[in-house]
């Protein structure tokens, strides 16, 4: 039984940083939790928009606590395509924290914005 984040199925110590942010601290804090939630939840704490493939790390940990068979995470990405095109969209669409540079997060947590000096200038 995993007792600690970094012990779950596709949980490394980024993706557990993150879920410690958003108030996730022990595995047992997921159950019963809406993986759309975490992500949206993790986008508003961080103010940065992260890939979609965290959401599928999210579905993945969520399961395997809730007892199904530990599985990549990209086994959940056909459904997430499926299920949250809605919730990824609208996190694509909407401004990260009132800001108006495009900042985006991978799973290796390193982020990017728009410098302001390679911005066209009009």
């Known amino acids: 039984m995993a007792t600690t984040l970094e012990d779950l199925p596709n949980i490394g110590p980024a993706i557990a940083n993150n879920l410690r942010r958003i108030g996730v601290h022990y595995p047992c804090d997921l159950v019963g939790q ?16 992260h890939d979609p493939c965290v959401l599928d790390v999210f579905i993945s940990a969520v399961r395997f606590v809730e007892g199904e068979p530990a599985r990549p995470w990209w086994y959940y990405t056909a459904e997430r395509k ?32 728009v410098s302001p000096s390679l911005k066209r200038s009009s």
Request: zero cysteines; aromatic letters at 10%; hydrophobic letters at 30%.
């Open 34 to 49: 809406r993986p759309e939630e975490l992500y949206r939840a993790l986008g508003e704490a961080t103010g940065v928009r």
């Open 82 to 113: 499926r299920r949250y095109a809605a919730v990824t969209a609208v996190e694509r669409a909407r401004p990260v924290g009132g800001q108006s540079d495009f900042k985006y997060s991978t799973r290796s947590a390193f982020s990017r914005s």
